[in-house]
């Protein structure tokens, strides 16, 4: 068997599993953060599984990049920089900036992230710097590329600010949860995982790729029924919840 086939297998996988994640997600939510849950078996520190779950994502996409034939277009830095400025973030900043460390997550559910991101990062890196019609110069110029990489700079700075106002709340009340009025918050209850959406949005525009639009597909699968599972449980919480605050997309849902 091909590489190229068994590449093309677990690109069709990620597909599915986008289309099967998410209605599971939007009965049974994920059992992390404020839905973990016992019987979920061993569990692991929450800031620690957070670090090794996303540790994939950088670590391959980089290797691809080292060892593909599509690394001097100016594009192929570029993209190398998008990828890694997220997933460094999320693996060496995000985890340790989080208040409650000594939260638990389950093991299950750090291993099913390594292994989706491990796959998304080989399908990604490896598409853009072997596989994929060669990134001319003339891309970083075309309106996609120029397109997406706005949304991708917006998305990202959308959700480092939600990741900001949701820790000084944190630090303000000396609570894990508590309702956030500033930024994004105002509008949706998930501004963090609106941010991501843009991102990826960003990054399959930019891309103009297979395996960006399935990453982009994927996420959307997972955080948008994880917005409505936050949502309920914001308003069972706190009976005072703003009631015309949406989920995860400013005044639609």
Not at 136 to 155: A, E, K, M, N, V
Not at 183 to 202: D, H
Not at 209 to 222: K, M
Request: hydrophobic share 50%; glycine share 6%; aromatic share 20%.
């Amino acid at each position: 068997m091909s590489e190229y086939l068994i590449f093309q297998i677990l690109l069709i996988l990620v597909f599915c599993l986008a289309i099967i994640i998410f209605p599971t997600l939007l009965v049974i939510p994920a059992p992390y953060g404020r839905h973990n849950r016992p019987g979920w078996g061993s569990q692991i520190n929450a800031s620690l599984g957070w670090a090794i779950m996303e540790s994939p994502a950088p670590i391959v996409f980089a290797f691809c990049f080292a060892i593909g034939n599509r690394k001097t277009e100016a594009s192929s830095f570029l993209f190398l920089v998008m990828w890694l400025a997220h997933y460094i973030y999320r693996t060496c900043v995000y985890p340790y900036q989080r208040r409650s460390r000594r939260k638990q997550m389950p093991v299950i559910i750090m291993l099913m992230a390594f292994l989706f991101n491990m796959i998304n990062g080989y399908l990604n890196g490896r598409y853009l710097y072997t596989f994929a019609p060669e990134y001319t110069s003339y891309w970083i110029r075309d309106i996609r590329f120029l397109g997406g990489l706005g949304l991708f700079i917006i998305g990202f700075a959308i959700n480092l600010h939600s990741d900001k106002v949701l820790l000084q709340l944190r630090q303000e009340v000396k609570k894990d949860y508590e309702i956030p009025y500033r930024g994004l918050f105002k509008y949706i209850s998930c501004a963090n995982y609106f941010g991501e959406i843009i991102e990826w949005l960003g990054w399959a525009v930019a891309t103009w790729s297979w395996p960006g639009f399935a990453f982009f597909l994927f996420t959307v699968a997972n955080l948008f029924p994880r917005a409505h599972q936050h949502q309920k449980w914001y308003r069972k919480e706190f009976p005072d919840y703003p009631k015309k605050r949406k989920a995860i997309i400013p005044f639609v849902y």
